[in-house]
């Protein structure tokens, strides 16, 4: 690299980024970034910045580092030097310029998956420090347009792809009309009181993945579970408004969805195979409405999965043959410590099972989540050059199937199974345990 | 760049003028008191260190005499060594160990004095 | 002279020492203070056997994943740590002029071990000084107050091995010595050397937010 590479000019590629940058007056930039940094913050930010002796170990954690060829500017340490560290010297004097790289470094060169703090010694949550980049940004209405987007849709309808309600209803019944096709007895019981479960999944399901939701109602089916699915706003658990620092947005989408759980009495609430819902609600949200944990049970489809499967509800007919590999998501193995439960379920489901390295809470990012992937088109080529590191991991296992039990990552993967033409097909858990499993009609009392 | 050279030659030369140019033979204090002696002797000259201090009749200064840690007037003890009543190590018999007398003898009189060596390397210099 | 050399040898020694022990302590407690004030929450994640899990984990050579990446790095790093301690506490110099100003003395590390290690501090903290000029992601992180950094810890280490071979200026090198190891001790508290209390605490709160919250490792 050369000196000069500390000043990249980035390029004017994203229009609300552009707008809003124009809008911008050199006092309110100040103004924000200095209430942001000294009034949202406390001793923990202080400690974060002070205590970095810049010695470089979190490198090797960040797949953007692997990715271009260790390329220093993607170091995790360096995404802080340039966005907090500088905005901090120069007391939130930045120019536009500058605030046009941080936008791109933090909403597009880090997935805050969190793996850099487990690779710094002294544990310093970069991901913390993109994420108040991002909530600055937030405030000066400088977030990219397509994941904006989505979160004007949830302010508007509480859910992140603008489905209406009506919409909403007629999905579920749509799928339970073509459910009892095969199974006779089979309902998506609708804002059922007192319901052992509140099953819950994120808009992308109703909009486009509508055949998710059918697997999930003959999974409870044949388990014979006692479940229901709230027919009101509450029922998306996405949350795309924490990753835009949003923070207010973000509150009010997790105490609609704890909200619609009470009302309906239920013991717990599960959730459908992603991620960041599942940071949202289990780790996030909750904070934001002042519970420590969350109000209410929330169970991650692998825990659920692995319940039914351990206590005999489920039973496997003929297990999956095909050569898999399982992709641990940052927000349930690092997020949650759920990697060896998929594992328990893989073996349970798959006869061919290869482990990707590094694996566990060491696994690399999809390069999809934490908002990234939501930043829409514009990004997509620069995203699969960053995700190089991570198709080298797929390839390196030479499995058939890759298992990646959350939307993000299932997305993402897709992406890079594409691009870098590996010859991969990516599944849900689901998808596996609904191939495999005995579809048994559930009989009340058997 | 060159001040940075200049200034490690000008070390290298004062290191190679230390070691060729040793210190002549010089009159110490008899370590052999010490079973593993960790520094050389003391350089010290009795009758010259005497004359500088203005200590010529002060014998009992130094060769004091000390009993049930009372000092006693009058007497002193120039027929014996620092270590026939300073043992090498502390106990309830030896208040005083033998390295602390001495540093204490000689370091805080020059403290006090305001005058001769005080730094580890002026008295205990390398043979 | 010797008045100059009694006030920087005695009082002045005692006053950094001071400076260092309340310094850290007072940065201690206002972190606490803060944290209760602003972000109580925090403390309600905070669990003692997550976060010395966490700690002890690092603290074992080797174990964290990240630190068997850069092995020479890490290697170089724990040994310096260890004997940036080790070194002052129990050189025979120290302890013999702790000794004579407050009767207290501990066994001491034999003088020519003590003259390798110190040279193994200082090759450390050249090492360091290069990296930071020849690992690009380094270097790419790295201001001058990072090498003036270094500097601060090499002086005293330089100076003091110097002195103890009497090459030359000896008066002038001991001064120098003693100076520059009461300047580091003073600056600790003000200064990025005081992740000596809030590295612990930083590691503390992650390891409870993996350990008792995410049920993640986080090494």
Not at chain 3, 90 to 119: R, Y
Not at chain 3, 185 to 191: A, V, Y
Request: proline share 4%.
């Amino acid at each position: 690299m050369n000196e000069n590479d500390a000043e990249i000019i980035e390029e004017a590629t994203d229009e609300a980024v552009e707008k809003g940058l124009e809008r911008l007056t050199s006092e309110r930039i100040s103004e924000v970034i200095n209430q942001v940094l000294h009034k949202e913050t406390g001793a923990r930010f202080k400690a974060y910045v002070d205590t970095c002796m810049r010695c470089g170990l979190c490198s090797d954690a960040c797949s953007y580092f692997l990715s271009n060829d260790r390329d220093p500017r993607f170091s995790p340490a360096a995404k802080v030097k340039q966005t907090i560290w500088e905005m901090l010297d120069k007391k939130g004097k930045v120019s536009k310029d500058f605030l046009r790289r941080a936008v791109h470094i933090a909403h597009l060169e880090c997935n805050v998956c969190r793996r850099c703090s487990m690779y710094c010694p002294f544990g310093i949550d970069m991901a913390y420090m993109m994420l108040l980049v991002r909530r600055i940004c937030h405030k000066l209405e400088i977030t990219p347009q397509y994941i904006q987007d989505t979160v004007n849709s949830h302010s508007v309808t509480m859910n992140q792809m603008w489905v209406k309600e009506d919409e909403w209803i007629d999905t579920l019944q749509w799928q339970e009309e073509d459910g009892r096709e095969e199974f006779e007895d089979l309902r998506i019981p609708l804002d059922k009181q007192g319901a052992d479960i509140m099953y819950s999944v994120i808009a992308p399901e109703p909009k486009f993945q509508a055949g998710l939701i059918y697997q999930a109602a003959v999974i409870m089916h044949a388990a014979g579970m006692n479940w229901t699915m709230p027919s009101r706003p509450g029922w998306d658990n996405s949350n795309m408004a924490m990753f835009t620092g949003d923070n207010e947005i973000s509150g009010r989408i997790a105490r609609t969805f704890f909200e619609t759980a009470a009302k309906l009495n239920v013991k717990r609430i599960v959730m459908g195979e992603c991620g960041h819902a599942f940071r949202s609600t289990y780790d996030v949200g909750n904070r934001q409405l002042a519970w420590t944990m969350a109000p209410i049970e929330v169970v991650h489809a692998i825990e659920f999965y692995h319940e039914l499967l351990t206590a005999g509800r489920i039973t496997i007919k003929e297990k999956f043959s095909k050569k898999v590999t399982l992709h641990d998501p940052c927000n349930v193995s690092r997020g949650r410590g759920l990697h060896d439960m998929a594992r328990k379920i893989v073996a349970m489901t798959c006869s061919d099972f290869v482990e990707m390295t590094p694996n566990r809470e060491h696994n690399l990012c999809c390069g999809a989540g934490g908002g990234v992937i939501n930043c829409g088109p514009p990004y997509k080529k620069e995203r699969m050059r960053n995700n190089r590191a991570k198709a080298e991991q797929l390839a390196a296992t030479g499995a058939e199937v890759l298992i990646a039990p959350c939307h993000n990552c299932h997305s993402g993967l897709e992406d890079i199974i594409h691009h870098y033409n590996l010859n991969m097909e990516v599944k849900f858990l689901g998808d596996v345990l609904f191939e495999t499993m005995e579809k048994k009609i559930y009989r009340p009392g058997e | 760049m060159k001040q940075w050279v200049f200034f490690m030659v000008f070390i290298l030369i004062m290191g190679i003028s230390g070691l060729v140019f040793s210190r002549e033979d010089q009159e110490r204090l008899d370590p052999s008191a010490f079973e593993t002696p960790r520094r050389p002797g003391a350089v010290f000259s009795h009758d010259g260190h005497n004359e500088k201090a203005g200590l010529s009749d002060n014998c009992a200064l130094c060769h004091h005499v000390y009993e049930n840690k009372q000092l006693v007037e009058g007497e002193s003890s120039e027929d014996k060594t620092c270590s026939d009543c300073h043992g090498l190590k502390s106990g309830p018999e030896n208040g005083i160990p033998l390295v602390r007398a001495f540093h204490a003898r000689c370091r805080e009189c020059h403290f006090d004095s305001g005058k001769g060596p005080v730094l580890c390397g002026q008295c205990h210099m390398k043979e | 002279m010797n008045a100059f050399i009694g006030f920087i040898m005695g009082p002045m020694v005692w006053i950094s020492a001071m400076i260092f022990i309340f310094g850290l302590l007072i940065k201690f407690i206002f972190i606490i203070k803060e944290v209760r004030e602003k972000e109580q929450y925090l403390l309600s994640y905070m669990t003692v056997r997550h976060s010395l899990r966490s700690i002890c984990a690092w603290l074992i050579p080797f174990y964290p994943r990240s630190t068997r990446l850069r092995p020479v790095y890490y290697g170089v790093s724990y040994l310096f740590h260890i004997l940036l301690f080790v070194l002052p506490v129990f050189l025979f110099s120290h302890i013999v002029l702790m000794d004579q100003s407050l009767n207290l003395s501990w066994p001491a590390l034999h003088d020519g071990a003590a003259d390798i290690l110190t040279l193994a501090v200082i090759l450390a903290l050249v090492f360091f000084s290069l990296r930071r000029r020849l690992e690009p992601d380094v270097r790419f992180l790295t201001s001058v107050k990072d090498h003036l950094l270094i500097l601060m810890v090499l002086l005293p280490f330089v100076t003091g091995f110097l002195a103890y071979h009497q090459v030359f200026l000896y008066e002038w090198m001991v001064i120098a010595h003693v100076l520059s190891g009461e300047f580091l001790l003073i600056i600790i508290p003000f200064s990025r050397f005081s992740h000596m209390i809030t590295a612990p605490l930083t590691r503390a709160y992650t390891g409870s937010e993996f350990g008792h919250v995410r049920h993640a490792k986080d090494w």
